[in-house]
């Protein structure tokens, strides 16, 4: 079977897609393996054309027809849906990398992105993995052992222990030292997985019981930590860059706090909090590159912290890879963070110095999900029948999908990261209200309605952010009205007026208020 895809050549045989490749722009490498799927997949296949380097995709059978398969120059297929007979299995990850005779495997994030053991494979392979050191990923991948690390480099950490709670009495014995509230942590975990409040002592058991289970089926670990919990605070992350020549800069910050269930959804570069005391970016990024050298860390990665309401900062964890929320710091700094991560995995010297780092203008990121913001975020896969992107001056849109796709439950329901860049926050929070309303999405249920809302509300317009705020958010606002009566009597009313000025319409002057255009577009909404 032979197919013409996106401007590329693409032969299907057995499984794997050959297809043309462009010019050779850049020597790096002669052929990347992406290790990841989705709107990661393509941002990195993205740079790996501007670099010159030949792409391979992988793909499970879910994935066939998805779009960064279809992108790529060649691809593989690696196993059935479940990402635990497909994109969580090195061995076949690295058989498809043989195959296609790959020098190197860029892994997006999350799979194997922070997985040791598929770092040192890939080395004892002779395939240089795109990310930091094996040794690294071990020292801080362990939240107990980036807590040690971290406070053995001087940088504060939140109140808590450094090792496991053992049983219900040690964790007990712990949060009475430290206080309620308190959080469960899992030991590897991460997006929010086997972490669990506690607000006191008949809480504590069945929160340890849920947290374990769900942190050893998400990371293969049941072991938990207990942390004392700060109640409200920002989270702000710091983005560190380094060469394997022992070069490492930081390049701001981002806030991150706006979370649903302890998954980011709203992100910003830079956070107004530090945009209005600037001395706290200096502290937050050098405490992050004493952590980071402590740890020998070069490639991407992120230092998160807590914040409080005196804008005491506390070290929570280090994210050994590319973070999901890149776009903003890439579009506030002006660089191209994978780019960097590809060619300092080849060997060459970063360039930059820390004082050439200068953060301009805003950027603000929203996480468009297929799910239903109005049945507590349900997913909603199916088949996307119609699709509009938003474009424009200072978009960008970073999406793994395209009308016609289907949108699966195999994984997680991330269709794009819209992401918009303007002179100031006011400005940005203006431009990303105005992609929201030209993005059009049918056939599922999707998330657009409820950042178009976050973005008109006045707490988020005057910055008054905390990890909190969608629970509030979603307190205070109007709630969908659920009388089929009433919507009927506002749809019949609607269209009596609609009728009513369509009959005047051709009496009209030029300088009427109303237009036939708008007009009609009120008609199409009551179809």
């Avoid at 990347?32 to 391979?56: D, W």
């Avoid at 308190?182 to 947290?211: C, F, H, T, W, Y």
């Amino acid at each position: 079977m032979r197919e013409v895809q996106f401007g590329l050549t693409q032969y299907l045989l057995r499984g794997r897609f050959i297809s043309a490749r462009p010019a050779k722009i850049r020597a790096v490498f002669r052929k990347v393996l992406v290790a990841n799927r989705g709107e990661i997949a393509v941002r990195i296949i993205r740079a790996l054309r501007e670099l010159g380097i030949t792409s391979v995709a992988v793909f499970s059978d879910a994935d066939r027809a998805s779009l960064h398969v279809r992108m790529a120059d060649e691809a593989e297929h690696i196993g059935p849906a479940p990402s635990s007979e497909s994109y969580l299995r090195s061995d076949r990850v690295l058989d498809a990398a043989r195959t296609h005779s790959a020098e190197a495997i860029h892994p997006g994030y999350g799979f194997l992105s922070e997985d040791a053991d598929f770092a040192d494979d890939c080395e004892r392979a002779g395939i240089k993995f795109i990310g930091p050191s094996a040794d690294s990923i071990r020292r801080l991948g362990s939240k107990i052992d980036g807590r040690r690390l971290a406070q053995d480099a001087g940088a504060p950490v939140v109140p808590g222990t450094n090792e496991p709670a053992t049983s219900y009495d040690h964790a007990r014995a712990i949060a009475r030292e430290i206080g309620y509230p308190v959080l469960l942590k899992a030991v590897a975990g991460g997006g929010g997985k086997g972490m669990r409040l506690v607000n006191s002592e008949p809480e504590l058991e069945a929160a340890i019981r849920d947290a374990r289970s769900e942190a050893e089926r998400a990371f293969r670990s049941g072991e938990v930590y207990v942390e004392k919990a700060i109640r409200n605070p920002r989270h702000i992350e710091i983005q560190l860059l380094g060469d394997e020549h022992g070069h490492l800069i930081y390049l701001g910050e981002r806030e991150c706090s706006l979370q649903r269930r302890h998954q980011k959804v709203v992100e910003e570069c830079p956070s107004p909090l530090v945009d209005a005391h600037p001395e706290m970016r200096a502290a937050m990024g050098e405490a992050a590159l004493k952590i980071a050298r402590a740890a020998g860390y070069y490639n991407a990665g992120t230092a998160e912290f807590l914040v409080d309401s005196e804008r005491n900062f506390y070290f929570l964890e280090m994210n050994t890879r590319l973070q999901v929320e890149h776009p903003v710091t890439e579009l506030a700094s002006s660089l191209d963070l994978v780019h960097w991560q590809i060619r300092i995995a080849a060997g060459e010297r970063l360039t930059v110095r820390q004082e050439d780092v200068a953060l301009r203008g805003s950027a603000i990121e929203c996480r468009l999900y297929a799910e239903d913001p109005d049945a507590s975020f349900f997913p909603s896969p199916g088949v996307i029948d119609t699709l509009v992107e938003p474009a424009g001056p200072g978009v960008r849109l970073d999406s793994g999908v395209y009308e016609g796709c289907e949108v699966t439950i195999d994984y997680d329901p991330l269709l794009a990261k819209l992401t918009v860049w303007a002179s100031d926050r006011p400005a940005a929070i203006a431009r990303m209200q105005r992609a929201l309303s030209e993005y059009r999405v049918g056939g599922i249920r999707h998330n657009i309605s409820f950042f178009r809302e976050i973005m008109s509300d006045p707490e988020f317009r005057l910055g008054r952010l905390h990890t909190g705020f969608i629970a509030e958010f979603l307190e205070r606002r109007r709630p969908p009205r659920e009388d089929p009566e009433l919507d009927m009597i506002v749809a019949l009313t609607a269209v009596g007026h609609y009728r009513k000025h369509k009959r005047t319409a051709k009496g009209r002057n030029a300088g009427s208020q109303i237009s036939p255009w708008l007009l009609e577009g009120r008609s199409q909404n009551l179809r």
